[in-house]
C-alpha cells in the first residue's frame, strides 16, 4: 500500500509540474511594454539553449531574426545555426487580433500558435513538430517572454509531450542596432 502511495504521488507530481499559474494579466501596467509587432521590426539576434528535464544541455544555438510589420501581420524569417552546424529556418506569419492577442503560424506548428500579452510580458503556447532523429514528436511549447531594458527580451519555455515536461529553451534577443552605408563602408575599410 506504501508503494501505491508513493507512486501516485510521484505521478501526481509529474503532472502538475509543467503547470504554471502565471497569467499574463499580472503584468499589466509593467515597463518597457512588449509589443512583439514593434520589438521584432527590423533585425534581431537571439542566443539560445535547450536543457533536457534534468537540466543537462542538449543544444545551444543563435538565431537571427529579420521582422517586417504592415500594420496588420508581423512575418519573422527566424534563421538557426546551432552548435553542431545544423541549420534551420522558420518563418511565422503573426497577426495581431486586439489589444492583447495575437495568432501565428508557420510550417511546422500544428494549428494555431496563441499569444497573450499585458505590460513587458507575452505567453505564447503552441504546437510544435519536432524533429528528434529519424522520428517527428509533437511537442507543445508554453514561451513566456519578458521584455528588460536595453532592448533585451528574455525568454523561458516549457516544452512537454502528452503533458509530461521533457526539456526547457532558453532565448536572449538583442536588437541590432541599425548601421548606416558609412559605417559599413568605415568597417570595412578597417578591415582591409
Not at 506504501?2 to 509593467?30: I, N, Y
Not at 539553449?49 to 531574426?65: A, C, H, N, S
Not at 531594458?149 to 516544452?159: E, G, P
Request: charged content about 25%; glycine content about 8%; some cysteine.
Amino acid at each position: 500500500m506504501g508503494f501505491q502511495r508513493w507512486f501516485g504521488a510521484l505521478f501526481l507530481l509529474f503532472l502538475t509540474a509543467g503547470c504554471s499559474s502565471m497569467k499574463p494579466e499580472q503584468f499589466d501596467g509593467r515597463e518597457p511594454r512588449l509589443l512583439i509587432e514593434d520589438y521584432f521590426a527590423g533585425n534581431t539576434r537571439a542566443w539560445g539553449i535547450f536543457e533536457d528535464r534534468f537540466g543537462t544541455l542538449r543544444r545551444e544555438f543563435v538565431v537571427d531574426i529579420e521582422g517586417t510589420w504592415d500594420g496588420d501581420t508581423l512575418t519573422l524569417v527566424e534563421d538557426f545555426v546551432y552548435s553542431d552546424g545544423e541549420t534551420q529556418q522558420r518563418i511565422w506569419t503573426i497577426r495581431k487580433l486586439d489589444a492583447h492577442r495575437y495568432e501565428g503560424t508557420a510550417a511546422d506548428v500544428i494549428g494555431a500558435a496563441e499569444g497573450v500579452s499585458y505590460g513587458n510580458a507575452l505567453n505564447w503556447s503552441y504546437t510544435l513538430a519536432l524533429p528528434i532523429g529519424e522520428s517527428v514528436w509533437n511537442v507543445r511549447f508554453d514561451d513566456w517572454m519578458f521584455l528588460q531594458a536595453d532592448d533585451v527580451l528574455v525568454n523561458r519555455a516549457k516544452v512537454s509531450k502528452f503533458g509530461l515536461e521533457i526539456g526547457e529553451v532558453t532565448i536572449f534577443f538583442r536588437k541590432e542596432p541599425v548601421r548606416s552605408a558609412r559605417a559599413l563602408e568605415s568597417q570595412d575599410v578597417a578591415a582591409e
